[in-house]
């Protein structure tokens, strides 16, 4: 079995993020466009990932990630990059939109809407940059993203758990830990083992590696 090892460069990449991150939130505006390029195929990986198969006619994957960035920007002031990564905050974003989603879904107003149009959606998108619609169309078409969440999908609770709040939304071990309810050591000898598998199939390893 290949061993996964720490990447250097993947580390700088990993800096040079949280510097865009700091660049955009001291007013350099266009830095978040650029975040939004890199984060936006892991957001959509993660929609993929967490969003059920039956409820797609509501709740679109690509509709997640623009509403997320919408709101991002929207409250990016309460961003601090000196005490939080980039994608933990943007993964909170991301868990409130998704969960306001599914809440619509369940409400009694939307029920009776959807059953005269079978297309309505659960987040009404408005105002979002062309730029950003365009990203995430593109990001829509990959294939490797595609077969990366089904794989995520095969995997077993406690492994899908871990890459995706560990991997993807950025909680530390030690939170993963506590949240799946398994020892420290268990969780990184897990995290190693889904690493060299990733690496051995050639799944896109950057989408929970390279952007933090």
């Not at 390029?37 to 198969?53: D, G, V």
């Not at 809407?113 to 619609?133: G, K, M, Q």
């Not at 990203?135 to 890459?163: C, G, H, N, P, Y």
């Not at 889904?194 to 199939?201: D, G, K, M, P």
Request: charged share 35%; aromatic share 8%; proline share 4%.
């Amino acid at each position: 079995m290949t061993v996964a090892r720490p990447d250097p460069e993947r580390e700088d990449e990993r800096v040079e993020t949280q510097e865009l991150a700091a660049r955009a939130h001291a007013g350099e505006a266009e830095r978040f466009g650029e975040l939004y390029e890199r984060i936006a195929p892991s957001l959509y990986t993660w929609a993929e990932i967490r969003i059920r198969p039956d409820l797609r006619q509501w709740v679109d994957p690509g509709d997640v990630v623009q509403e997320v960035w919408c709101r991002a920007w929207k409250i990016f002031d309460s961003f601090d990059p000196k005490t939080v990564t980039f994608r933990y905050w943007v993964f909170r974003v991301a868990k409130n939109v998704l969960l306001e989603a599914f809440r619509k879904l369940e409400s009694p107003t939307f029920k009776a809407r959807s059953r005269d149009a079978a297309a309505s959606r659960a987040l009404e998108l408005a105002d979002v940059p062309d730029s950003a619609t365009a990203i995430t169309r593109r990001v829509a078409r990959e294939e490797s993203l595609q077969l990366f969440a089904k794989w995520v999908q095969s995997l077993d609770e406690d492994d899908r758990m871990l890459l995706v709040h560990h991997g993807l939304e950025g909680l530390s071990q030690a939170e993963v830990a506590e949240r799946l309810q398994m020892g420290r050591e268990a969780v990184a000898k897990r995290w190693q083992r889904l690493l060299a598998r990733v690496i051995e199939q050639k799944l896109p390893r950057e989408l929970f590696i390279a952007v933090q």
